[in-house]
């Protein structure tokens, strides 16, 4: 499969990487291993040794470098050998490294050409670690799914109605609203749905007496995957700062062409000294994802078995645009990567 490649995927939530362990995954079909050198700071190397292949994440950590299991070639930050105990080190013993950024709690790493790993590239996602403001949890699954169907899933809300118990409401109105926006490479889909009772989730937090209000769901959309939600209930025709907020992100990382790690954060702004509905709020949203979501989005895989989404001629709705839309944005980065990498190399062969 073709990725993206000069762009920031998350990698791990910055915890998962501790002091003195190995963390190994796959991202765009390539296997990696993380971990943090003495001074704290993250390291990621090809999860392969040189010598036999064996998985680097299997071995362990010795004077800041990665000892390989089979043979005990250490490997440091740079991908260099750094210790061969059975003698000189091969010129060629070394592995490929790949640039990391840790920001927003979550470690972002760099798959393609480590020249352009500019940290500007990166969304902002500023608002899942502002712990002054917000009261935040997060979590990880990995759903067995091309990860363009998990965002077309996210940029397409109208199935909540349908799907979720937890975050959807069976009695949405026929006035609710659907808008597609542009701006560059950025899809933005808003989803209006007004005078509905509230979802269990707003329940939890929305103080009126009023037994209807106004709910909102509005994604961002950066590519290649990084999704972005403003969520928020407010009484009917009121400002939203009137009611409670929680925005999320989503971001998916592509492991192979049909599984997906996806990382998620939910920030709300409503009862933020609340552990206990923390915990509540949680388990719901985890809930959605994984019992609701998940299993539709991996049956959708399974009657695709490995046909990609437009060529098997999708019937489409208005809530499709802005899905459809990010597909495209997508299509036309990759192919201008691609066709920018060609010219570099002819170049070069010139």
């Not at 050998?81 to 060629?92: L, M, T």
Request: one cysteine or more; glycine letters at 6%.
């Amino acid at each position: 499969m073709t990725y993206l490649r000069n762009a920031w995927y998350a990698a791990a939530w910055d915890n998962e990487v501790a002091a003195g362990q190995l963390l190994g995954r796959t991202f765009l079909d390539q296997p990696v291993v993380l971990y943090r050198d003495e001074a704290g700071k993250p390291v990621a190397l090809a999860d392969r040794c040189p010598h036999r292949f064996a998985p680097l994440s299997k071995g362990k950590i010795i004077d800041n470098a990665i000892q390989c299991p089979y043979h005990g070639l250490r490997f440091g930050a740079s991908g260099a050998c750094v210790h061969n105990p059975h003698g000189s080190i091969p010129r060629a013993a070394y592995v490929a490294s790949f640039p990391l950024l840790e920001k927003y709690g979550l470690i972002w790493i760099w798959m393609g050409d480590p020249d352009k790993a500019d940290p500007a590239k990166l969304p902002d996602f500023s608002i899942i670690a502002d712990h002054d403001n917000y009261a935040i949890v997060n979590g990880y699954l990995k759903i067995e799914a091309n990860y363009q169907l998990v965002t077309d899933n996210l940029l397409d809300l109208s199935h909540a109605q349908f799907v979720h118990t937890f975050i959807g409401n069976s009695d949405s109105s026929d006035r609710n609203t659907f808008e597609m926006k542009v701006e560059g490479s950025t899809v933005w889909a808003y989803n209006n749905m007004p005078g509905e009772p509230p979802t269990k989730l707003w329940q939890l937090m929305w103080k009126s007496t009023a037994k209807v209000g106004d709910r909102r769901a509005n994604m961002r959309w950066d590519a290649p995957s990084h999704l972005l939600l403003d969520v928020g209930f407010t009484d009917c025709g009121r400002p939203t700062s009137e009611g409670p907020s929680m925005p999320s992100a989503h971001i998916l990382t592509p492991e192979t062409e049909k599984k997906t790690h996806y990382f998620w954060a939910a920030a709300r702004d409503t009862m933020r000294d609340d552990e206990e509905l923390s915990k509540i709020i949680w388990k719901g949203i985890d809930g959605a994802f994984r019992l609701e979501d998940e299993p539709m989005i991996e049956d959708c895989q399974a009657r695709m078995q490995t046909a990609d989404l437009m060529s098997l001629n999708p019937v489409m709705l208005t809530t499709d645009a802005a899905a459809i839309r990010a597909r495209r944005v997508l299509a036309m980065l990759v192919e201008q990567e691609q066709s920018a990498d060609s010219t570099a190399s002819a170049a070069a062969a010139s």
